[in-house]
């Protein structure tokens, strides 16, 4: 599709490892110390902005070009910019891609599913197969009109997820609002290109799986680009998985091809453990590579954190800076930053990354109660509540013993317990079978006096749990 595509930073498409082998051993850093400001450095960073990302905030200079990449928040989410009408046509062509193409092992079924309508925001949610030769994987898009602006959130989940997924989908759009690129939130958060994702209410068991690319551009150096990624920690991160591991490895490699191997005669700068506030166990590798016939050397800073397990504030890290960019190729052109100057560009903006603060959970700046959770605000059966109120199931049909439940912020949310066909039988004794199904419950009014009298005036019954 052409309308969803990834942000690309201007990197080279290769491996940095690939380009920082060398046998050069240098003795190991913590934090380092900053390495002074030239002049032309000086004036470039005599005016800095504060931008956030995810959970994080850096300082960059004031002329710096932000460049956003892909950003998933358990879900893939994509903010396009004035592209509002393009979303929507994107949206008709997907359903009709998904209509016209059959399941062809699996009596040639339409991998066209759902469609469903949202009215606010204004927008729809279609649902198909994954591919045409299997049953059990899905794909979910929901698009969205964002005034004159697109949204689009996808899912690729398993069947047995559709409902849970759904809610997801509904969840992010009420959470979601949009932002000034100069704007720092004081609530609990993600900060995403031109928009905001607050947190829930009430947090779900496990931490969200958050994933979120930003790059740097910089105006007075177009050549020297910088990127950060952040990502949940990996459980099973093995040794061979780390920068300093496959640094050696590399070297290893190239000796063996030839002692004279070109890229022996990179020159480090830096090379060992580093700190970034309470990122305390980061590796960084800053070098230089020589030039090759056709390829200027350029700067090569990589710095990988592991982060903590289940901690949101102590996620993974890759930060990336490379000189000499141009044309999406490193190397193309001399880079226009000194040894030292590059050092120091890295040293100044990397330094800088830190935690958002916010306000603590459950409270505004001002102290007084969290917002509430919209009405409309949908969560799937399994989930935490996480607003105290009357909840409605989706579906159509009553469940059994009325539509509206009374559920509490934190409680589980429970299946939609449904009436079945009698059988002839079953109409003779006077019983009437009952089966659960996961559904997905929609607030629909809050726990207070008002609340409970337009409940208690409502024709269906209601129970409270």
Not at 82 to 91: D, R
Request: with cysteine.
């Amino acid at each position: 599709m052409n309308l969803i595509r990834s942000v690309s930073f201007g990197f080279l498409a290769i491996s940095c490892v690939s380009l920082t082998a060398c046998n050069y051993r240098s003795p190991q850093y913590g934090a380092p110390n900053m390495t002074a400001l030239t002049p032309r450095l000086q004036t470039a960073f005599e005016k800095t902005k504060t931008v956030c990302f995810g959970r994080f905030m850096v300082d960059v200079p004031e002329s710096a070009i932000v460049a956003w990449g892909h950003a998933s928040m358990v879900l893939g989410i994509d903010f396009y910019q004035g592209g509002a009408n393009a979303v929507m046509v994107e949206a008709m062509e997907f359903s009709k891609e998904l209509k016209a193409t059959e399941a062809l092992y699996h009596d040639n079924i339409s991998m066209f599913i759902t469609e469903e309508d949202s009215i606010q925001p204004p927008g729809r949610i279609i649902t198909g197969l994954e591919s045409f030769d299997a049953l059990n994987g899905l794909q979910i898009k929901g698009y969205y009109r964002w005034g004159e602006d697109g949204l689009v959130v996808s899912a690729r989940p398993l069947r047995d997820d559709l409902a849970e997924t759904v809610a997801e989908i509904k969840s992010i759009t009420q959470r979601l609002r949009s932002r000034e690129e100069h704007e720092i939130p004081m609530e609990p958060g993600n900060c995403l290109e031109y928009s905001f994702l607050r947190d829930k209410a009430v947090a779900d068991a496990e931490p969200p799986i958050e994933h979120v690319r930003i790059g740097f551009r910089l105006k007075e150096f177009p050549d020297t680009h910088l990127s950060i990624y952040i990502a949940p920690p990996n459980p099973y991160n093995a040794e061979s998985d780390t920068l300093e591991w496959q640094l050696e490895k590399l070297e290893k490699e190239h000796t063996a091809e030839s002692s004279n191997h070109p890229l022996l005669k990179t020159k480090y700068f830096r090379r060992g453990p580093r700190q970034i506030h309470e990122w305390s166990n980061g590796w960084e590798a800053l070098s230089r590579s020589p030039d090759q016939p056709g390829v200027h050397g350029i700067h090569d800073f990589v710095m990988d954190v592991k982060g903590v397990l289940k901690d949101v504030y102590k996620p993974y890290a890759d930060i990336k800076m490379q000189t000499g960019v141009a044309d999406n190729a490193a190397g193309a052109v001399k880079p226009s930053l000194t040894d030292d100057e590059a050092v120091a560009v890295w040293d100044r903006i990397t330094s800088s990354i830190r935690v958002r603060p916010t306000t603590a959970p459950g409270t505004t700046a001002a102290g007084s109660p969290t917002p509430r959770e919209p009405l409309g605000a949908v969560a799937a059966t399994g989930k935490r509540c996480p607003q105290d109120g009357w909840w409605e199931p989706t579906e159509t049909g009553l469940p059994q013993g009325g539509r509206r439940e009374k559920f509490k912020a934190g409680q589980t949310l429970p299946p939609l317990v449904m009436a079945g066909p009698q059988s002839w039988w079953q109409k003779i004794r006077g019983e009437r079978p009952a089966f659960s199904a996961a559904t997905v419950w929609k607030l629909v009014a809050y726990d207070d006096k008002a609340a409970a009298t337009n409940a208690a005036a409502t024709k269906s019954p209601e129970r409270e749990n």
